[in-house]
């Protein structure tokens, strides 16, 4: 099954760009992330689902423009324009394999984005 | 608009069970699949299974298996989790979510409930 990694921590000022990586184990560089946002209180939202080829699919509901992402072999970005306070939280990606009755998800262990 | 509003906070001793609730809204309930995800305190979410809630099919971790019960109720649009035995260990945030698929994007986690705190201490 793909195991996903994440650097603990990333920081960036306010009105920075900052760059977040999701990194997959040796095997699974065609399988494709998603992105979900954590913050206090709330539940996971979902970004968006990103490949070697960018993004898949649609963005979350209310994720702004200034969220992108983008993916290079082993590795899964997701960048964030124009940083706002509101965008410090818990970031983690994840992934699904199997499907139907057998559908199940896998996760990085998160990154925190302070926003300095 | 879709929501997943989850029961309050439960405080446990180890050995008791837990059942927490999922109620959806903004959709048709048996449309899509829902899982149970749960986040220990300074790690990242862990699988624990999946109900398809129209025909009532569940499936979990071989970890969660014989102590973990996932239902559903068609009348209230809602699911439940039941966990029994109880550990300390079990100490987590308890999500519920939905997954939507479409063939040009797969397997998507789309919407997530607000968490329900479970702590198990004596």
């Known amino acids: 099954q793909p195991v996903l990694t994440q650097p603990p921590s990333a920081s960036a000022s306010l009105g920075a760009s900052v760059t977040l990586t999701c990194t997959l184990n040796s095997g699974y560089s065609s399988y494709k992330v998603d992105w979900y946002q954590v913050t206090p209180g709330k539940g996971p939202r979902f970004v968006m689902r990103v490949g070697t080829g960018g993004v898949v699919g649609a963005k979350g509901d209310g994720i702004p423009d200034r969220f992108s992402v983008s993916g290079s072999g082993l590795h899964r970005y997701l960048t964030i324009n124009n940083l706002e306070e509101e965008d410090e939280s818990d970031f983690y990606c994840g992934s699904d394999y199997g499907s139907g009755n057998n559908l199940l998800g896998v996760f990085g262990g998160g990154t925190k984005l302070t926003v300095l | 608009q879709v929501q997943l509003v989850q029961s309050g906070a439960e405080v446990k001793k180890p050995g008791a069970s837990v059942k927490i609730s999922c109620k959806t809204f903004?959709?048709?309930?048996?449309?899509?699949?829902l899982f149970w995800v749960r986040q220990a305190p300074g790690q990242g979410p862990e699988w624990m299974g999946l109900?398809?809630?129209?025909?009532?099919?569940?499936t979990s971790v071989a970890k969660f298996q014989g102590r973990v019960t996932m239902t559903r109720d068609t009348s209230t649009n809602t699911i439940f989790m039941e966990m029994r035995s109880l550990r300390p260990e079990d100490t987590a945030v308890y999500y519920c979510?939905?997954?939507?698929?479409?063939?040009?994007?797969?397997?998507?986690?789309?919407?997530w409930g607000q968490g329900t705190l479970v702590t198990v201490s004596a």
């Open positions: 903004g959709y048709k309930f048996t449309d899509n699949y």
């Open positions: 109900i398809n809630p129209d025909a009532g099919v569940t």
């Open positions: 979510g939905r997954v939507t698929f479409d063939f040009s994007s797969g397997y998507i986690f789309d919407y």
